[in-house]
């Protein structure tokens, strides 16, 4: 059995962070991939890049880490209002004056995506879907979308960040979508820092996790599950972070509704 602890869109906040990797090691996985967005919103992201940085964790390049990291002038995010728009330029603004050249030139480096191979299950791990580092694969995606850009990416296993919403979905027999939801960051309701674990192995074993979707990928007789997991840290004192900034305060009310 193989298992894989995904996690992204930490966002400038270390304490979602360190509390993701001490509940990864409490569960003893290894293996480690982020899947981008380490920056933004949040009032550290020097501190985040230094903690990814040491973990020696693999990394794939989120949306406003190529902003970032190329100097853009933007993060390549969708606003959908004029507020908002504002909101995010002074986050980009921010995280833009408070990331240094040595790790600016870092992000920028960092791969679009990563592929890995498991007894003939190809897993593509990308940051907002595999054509493009910023599309949205929400939840209210059609199955025939998913399963077109599957194909399209020779991937039988597609791992996505971005949405900031945890998921495990099967549009078609053999193909699997997992996203990692958000360390620091959260939008589906729930304000505790979320990772999920990717669980490969005998039908027994991903069963075993309690996921009703497992499956066998592709023409293999490899299973599919996904195990979410949630983790509590203090908030507040990233609200506090982030009004000491002068970042606008609905980055904090996002924490507390998540």
């Known amino acids: ?5 995904l996690y992204s869109d930490i ?11 001490d509940d990864m090691a409490g569960v003893g996985v290894a293996e480690r991939v982020c899947l ?13 890049i230094a903690r990814v940085r040491a973990s020696g964790d693999a990394v794939v390049q989120g949306n406003y880490d190529r902003g970032i990291g190329g100097r853009l002038g933007n993060c390549g995010c969708y606003y959908a209002t004029e507020q908002a728009k504002v909101e995010g330029e002074a986050s980009y603004d921010f995280t833009d004056a408070h990331v240094g050249d040595v790790d600016s030139a870092w992000l920028a480096g960092l791969p ?3 592929r890995l191979e498991y007894h003939g299950v190809s897993i593509v791990l990308c940051h907002g879907s595999p054509r493009r580092v910023n599309e949205y694969l929400l939840p209210d995606r059609t199955d025939t979308q998913l399963e077109r850009l599957a194909r399209e990416a020779f ?3 597609v791992c996505v960040g971005h949405v900031h ?22 939008k589906d309701g729930d304000s505790r820092a979320c990772w999920v674990e990717l669980v490969l192995g005998t039908e027994q074993e991903a069963l075993a996790t309690g996921d009703a979707l497992a499956a066998p990928a592709g023409c293999t007789d490899i299973f599919v599950a996904a195990v979410f997991h949630r983790v509590r840290y203090d908030i507040e004192s990233q609200v506090h972070a982030m009004a000491e900034a002068g970042l ?9 509704r998540g």
């Open 1 to 5: 059995m193989r298992r894989i602890a």
């Open 165 to 186: 919403v945890p998921y495990h979905r099967t549009p078609a027999p053999g193909v699997h979508y997992v996203s990692s939801g958000s360390v620091g960051k959260p």
């Open 36 to 48: 981008g967005d380490l920056v933004g919103y949040g009032a550290d992201p020097a501190g985040v």
């Open 155 to 157: 991937a039988d296993v």
């Open 112 to 114: 679009s995506e990563l």
């Open 11 to 21: 966002h400038g906040n270390p304490d979602a962070l360190d509390a993701v990797y």
């Open 248 to 256: 606008p305060t609905s980055f904090g009310e996002a924490l507390h």
